[in-house]
């Protein structure tokens, strides 16, 4: 060492120019700070520094240190560097054992770099000489001497400032060399040592040192205290104990042994951790700092630390990447469903629009409507694969409250963030594929309606400033793509529904089910029953049975679960090592399922009198509904049974009083509608049914049975008549048609205006059938009533009758 202090004054000082810039290489330092005249080693971590510092010992040149900004970068800029520096002398260069290498430099100027005139090698910067502004002797004369006094008191504590140092520093009369050579004999800060270091006033770089040195004063006191009372247990204690005694001493001037304390400075480091926008942050620290005024035991230090929880740890602005790649959408919605073509285009257009308009665009709000297993929530699963996002679930069947879905106020006991925030703390994102289920389950009491909170939620207008009870801060949903599945729209609020871009997902034809079957299911529960090496098939005819005497649905789901019934039972005989069927027909699924749950339903086989086929569609499809109408000796009246609902009784008067308005047409006498009732009848009684669907099958059969014209059983229709025997159009068409379809019924009439309803149709079931479109009830009737019996109507036969009866007892005198 002593070698490499004398080689300090072999080497001179930089002469500047003309301009006042001197030019020499530079050494960055990584959180060191050299100042004037202090003698210091640095590391030398890269080769182009080695090199620098060898050329500068080689021609004896002074070098610039200077403290990085951050990491050192492969290329420096001025950016990366603190533009004060220190002209440094290199006196010796040293190989640590380790073979790192250390130079042992000494300060001499401070210099303000202004340009890197050389890159390659080593960097060679120019740099500005920074003069010392200095100040009269009287002025410093007392900062002076207050420093000397608090330096020479901190020597006292601090036994690494050696007696040289402090001698040094007393024969000194410069204030600001004074102050360069306590600032480099203290521990200080880096960003203390670098605001010295910028410092060119010297009273007030001296100034800055006193209250440095007064900090500490405090610090080497309290520590000499603490020493004290150790010392005084040393006496009667063990080594052990001595050391343990100093760590509660310690612990107990710092705060650290208050297990509340302890617990705050950990609140403290969630919030720095949890990167919150700047208003969250703010408002987390005002919670911290009510919760650091409190007692520890006070109610209200959980529900404060709770909160704060929560602010940490939901996600405000990390987010998954979209994957817009639209080849890989369409194969991954392709591999998990079968068909669902609307939705899956509706998907793929939603990618390409990101995809073009970035985050121009507001994500849409789906709704997918349709009856029970059609895989409404698992495609919400299959679009968050196919975005790369992340994907999650609510189920809102039977939410009553209000506060379910936004919060309770923090006013409550154990209050929390409503069921939104609670799932987007377990997204971890911002913009997951969120999927709201069964969102027409939502009931209402007093307590509010869930419904109506879910209007802010999913208004692409509000949601970006999401306002749930318990965070009372806003939160930014506009980046979740939320996906909403229902079985029926009739429950939602119109606001609600207003909201929602509805998809309609039809119920499966039975090719579509059979296909599913072969695709997906089959594998799936070969697998997770561990039938996957038996090769064990299903026959069409088998899996045809399966659907339409086991199943009674539009989805796939019981469908699967009989698969499931099938294949457990195959597992067990794999288990008992008992042979097991290669193929599964449709003659063994009685040895499997039991008898068939349900019966195959077939329209009437033979015209009848009063008896008319219509079509209706339900949760579970399409199905077909025979109409029976009987007219009896009465008063007139009407009976409907059947357990119809009050839409379709009123549909039931109003095909009645069509017949009644135009009885003249058919040679219907006036007297009939008064001398007999009307009896209304649809079977499967235990069945609600409801619907205006049902008019025009209404109509045809109560005037088959005035009238005594038989109706056509090869025909099947459905549509809404009105008083004057208007065709209205009518819903469900897709799942009506399959209906008719499997009923093997080959004359299907329906309104003109639902014409364009049969695009949705596949077109094998579109060739099975024949479609009439009809605008007036008259063309249902030249459709599907046969002419009338040649012997006339049995009950003009009667009434004739009765006339004779009448006439021969008068004429014999008889009353």
């Given at each position: 060492m002593a070698t490499g202090i004398k080689d300090f004054f072999k080497i001179q000082d930089a002469v500047p120019d003309a301009n006042g810039l001197i030019e020499r290489p530079l050494i960055p330092l990584r959180g060191l700070v050299v100042f004037p005249n202090a003698v210091m080693p640095i590391d030398v971590p890269t080769p182009p520094v080695l090199s620098a510092i060898q050329i500068a010992l080689l021609k004896k040149q002074t070098v610039i240190g200077a403290a990085l900004r951050g990491p050192a970068p492969s290329l420096i800029t001025l950016d990366d560097l603190h533009p004060i520096g220190t002209e440094m002398a290199v006196g010796h260069l040293m190989r640590l054992p380790d073979d790192r290498r250390n130079a042992l430099v000494q300060g001499r100027r401070r210099v303000q770099i202004v340009e890197i005139v050389q890159s390659a090698l080593y960097p060679i910067v120019r740099a500005r000489l920074l003069d010392e502004i200095s100040a009269p002797l009287d002025e410093t004369q007392g900062i002076m001497q207050a420093v000397l006094e608090r330096f020479q008191r901190a020597a006292e504590f601090n036994s690494s400032i050696s007696e040289d140092v402090l001698a040094y520093a007393l024969d000194l009369a410069n204030p600001g060399a004074l102050a360069d050579l306590v600032a480099a004999t203290l521990t200080l800060p880096f960003d203390e040592r670098l605001r010295l270091l910028e410092t060119p006033d010297e009273n007030q770089r001296l100034q800055h040192i006193a209250d440095l040195l007064g900090q500490e004063l405090q610090m080497l006191e309290l520590k000499d205290e603490i020493s004290s009372q150790v010392q005084q247990e040393m006496d009667r204690s063990q080594r052990e104990?001595?050391?343990?005694?100093?760590?509660?001493?310690?612990?107990?001037?710092?705060?650290?042994?208050?297990?509340?304390?302890?617990?705050?400075?950990?609140?403290?480091?969630?919030?720095?951790?949890?990167?919150?926008?700047?208003?969250?942050?703010?408002?987390?620290?005002?919670?911290?700092?009510?919760?650091?005024?409190?007692?520890?035991?006070a109610p209200e230090v959980g529900m404060i630390r709770t909160y704060i929880d929560w602010l940490t740890a939901i996600p405000w602005a990390k987010q998954s990447e979209d994957n817009l790649n639209l080849a890989n959408a369409e194969r991954i919605l392709n591999a998990d469903h079968y068909g669902l073509p609307k939705v899956k285009e509706r998907i793929l257009e939603y990618i390409a629009v990101r995809k073009l308009a970035g985050s121009r665009m507001k994500s849409p709000i789906l709704c997918f409507v349709g009856p029970p297993g059609v895989g409404k929530t698992s495609l919400g699963r299959s679009i968050a694969r196919a975005l790369g996002r992340e994907f999650v679930r609510v189920s809102?069947?039977?939410?009553?409250?209000?506060?379910?879905?936004?919060?309770?106020?923090?006013?409550?006991?154990?209050?929390?963030?409503?069921?939104?925030?609670?799932?987007?703390?377990?997204?971890?994102?911002?913009?997951?594929?969120?999927?709201?289920?069964?969102?027409?389950?939502?009931?209402?009491?007093?307590?509010?309606?869930?419904?109506?909170?879910?209007?802010?939620?999913?208004?692409?207008?509000?949601?970006?400033?999401?306002?749930?009870?318990?965070?009372?801060?806003?939160?930014?949903?506009?980046?979740?793509?939320?996906?909403?599945?229902?079985?029926?729209?009739?429950?939602?609020?119109?606001?609600?529904?207003?909201?929602?871009?509805?998809?309609?997902?039809?119920?499966?034809t039975e090719e579509e089910k059979i296909a599913i079957a072969r695709h997906f299911l089959l594998p799936n529960q070969m697998e997770a029953h561990g039938l996957a090496g038996t090769k064990l098939t299903f026959e069409t005819r088998a899996l045809q049975e399966i659907i339409r005497s086991y199943t009674y649905e539009g989805g796939v789901r019981n469908l699967n679960r009989e698969i499931a019934n099938i294949a457990r039972k195959v597992a067990r005989r794999v288990a008992e090592n008992k042979p097991i069927p290669r193929r599964i027909t449709a003659a063994r699924l009685m040895d499997y399922l039991g008898p068939p749950i349900y019966t195959h339903q077939f329209a009437n086989q033979e015209d009848a009198v009063g008896l008319a086929t219509g079509l209706v569609w339900s949760y579970d499809g399409g199905d077909i509904s025979v109409i029976e109408v009987a007219i009896l000796p009465g008063k007139g009246n009407l009976t409907l049974t059947g357990q119809l609902g009050e839409v379709m009784q009123e549909s039931a008067q109003t095909a009645l009083s069509y017949v009644r308005s135009r009885a003249s047409d058919f040679d219907l006498p006036h007297d009939d509608f008064e001398n007999y009732d009307v009896h209304v009848h649809l079977p499967e009684g235990a069945v609600p049914k409801d619907g205006p669907s049902a008019g025009i099958t209404l109509a045809a059969a109560i005037l088959s049975a005035f009238t005594e014209c038989k109706i056509r059983s090869s025909f099947a229709m459905t549509g809404e008549i009105t008083l004057r025997g208007k065709v209205l159009p009518v819903g469900g068409i897709k799942e009506k048609v399959l209906a008719a379809r499997r009923a093997h019924i080959p004359n299907v009439i329906l309104s003109s205006q639902n014409k364009k309803?049969?695009?949705?149709?596949?077109?094998?079931?579109?060739?099975?059938?024949?479609?009439?479109?009809?605008?007036?009830?008259?063309?249902?009737?030249?459709?599907?009533?046969?002419?009338?019996?040649?012997?006339?109507?049995?009950?003009?036969?009667?009434?004739?009758e009765n006339e004779k009866s009448e006439e021969a007892l008068e004429a014999a005198g008889e009353p």
């Open positions: 104990v001595y050391l343990r005694e100093q760590m509660r001493i310690i612990q107990t001037e710092l705060g650290e042994q208050d297990f509340f304390q302890q617990e705050i400075n950990e609140v403290r480091e969630l919030i720095l951790k949890a990167e919150l926008p700047p208003e969250i942050h703010d408002k987390a620290t005002r919670e911290l700092s009510r919760l650091m005024m409190m007692p520890p035991m809102l069947g039977g939410v009553r409250d209000e506060a379910e879905i936004r919060g309770h106020r923090r006013t409550y006991i154990g209050a929390l963030p409503g069921r939104i925030i609670q799932t987007m703390r377990r997204a971890g994102t911002i913009n997951p594929v969120f999927v709201l289920d069964e969102v027409d389950k939502l009931g209402m009491d007093f307590r509010g309606d869930p419904s109506s909170a879910l209007l802010e939620v999913l208004d692409p207008e509000q949601n970006h400033a999401y306002s749930d009870h318990y965070l009372e801060v806003p939160y930014d949903l506009s980046k979740v793509l939320f996906i909403t599945t229902a079985n029926d729209l009739d429950p939602l609020p119109p606001a609600l529904l207003d909201r929602l871009e509805v998809i309609e997902f039809s119920g499966y309803d049969l695009v949705d149709i596949p077109p094998e079931a579109l060739k099975d059938l024949t479609f009439y479109f009809v605008d007036d009830m008259q063309q249902v009737l030249d459709r599907v009533l046969l002419p009338p019996p040649p012997e006339g109507r049995r009950r003009d036969a009667e009434r004739q």
